[in-house]
């Protein structure tokens, strides 16, 4: 990578700035102390009725010409072209080229575990997809560590924590959520505490006390943790 964007100013210039809390808006809103910097790696964003489309394709091409003079060959079968079109646009499409051979074109794919869509603010997908596998990974513990007796419930909690809860709301402090996402988010939080601390439905405990049971908050204020904000509520709904 190195060698393929040397001196290579193509790409979106990033505005930002290190001093201060990453979330205070007047401050990130100043025009002093702010440094810009150009993103040149692939899995970038590419505007309709913008250049970047033309400069998508150069910066491609450094990147499969720099991988042919070290002998690596880039999979097309495995690579795809995702557009990001403003206004958003189910119909975009990005044409970009691999010498001869054009690379699919997409209108959503995983990246580092989340998914990507042509709809930028829409997380409908990762959402469901991460509910899928944390919810897989629940299952597999369910005999070995949360129906066993002899392992107090603080232990099963500090895993849940580990394994659960870091992988669903990993990237979640870019999401814009709306409230049946967040809604979605802890149903499935509040079945595995009552799962882990044995309290079925029918024994009529409200979310507030599983919570509390449990030494955790509601999915809300993690999130606005995550993100943050102030901390208006430490119990789930």
């Not at 998914?115 to 603010?121: D, I, P």
């Not at 809604?183 to 595995?192: E, S, V």
């Not at 999130?223 to 904000?229: D, V």
Request: with cysteine; aromatic share 8%; proline share 3%.
């Amino acid at each position: 990578m190195l060698v393929a964007f040397k001196d290579c100013d193509l790409g979106i210039g990033v505005q930002f700035r290190t001093d201060g809390n990453i979330f205070d808006v007047r401050r990130l809103q100043a025009r002093t102390k702010v440094h810009t910097d150009v993103t040149s790696c692939l899995p970038m964003t590419v505007r309709s009725g913008c250049p970047y489309l033309h400069e998508v394709q150069l910066i491609f091409d450094r990147f499969l010409n720099t991988a042919q003079r070290f002998g690596l060959t880039v999979s097309l079968k495995k690579t795809e072209a995702l557009h990001q079109s403003c206004p958003p646009s189910k119909s975009a499409s990005a044409l970009v080229m691999a010498d001869s051979n054009q690379l699919s074109s997409v209108d959503k794919f995983c990246y580092l575990g989340s998914f990507l869509s042509n709809v930028v603010a829409v997380v409908d997908d990762d959402i469901t997809s991460r509910l899928t596998k944390v919810g897989c990974a629940f299952g597999k513990l369910q005999d070995r560590l949360w129906k066993v007796h002899n392992i107090s419930l603080s232990t099963k909690i500090a895993v849940y924590r580990a394994v659960v809860l870091i992988s669903l709301l990993y990237g979640s402090e870019k999401w814009t959520l709306y409230r049946h996402q967040i809604r979605k988010l802890d149903q499935f939080h509040m079945r595995c505490l009552r799962s882990i601390a044995r309290i079925k439905w029918q024994d009529r405990v409200p979310n507030t006390s599983v919570l509390e049971i449990c030494g955790l908050i509601g999915i809300e204020a993690m999130l606005l943790q995550i993100q943050g904000f102030p901390n208006r509520s430490s119990t789930g709904s």
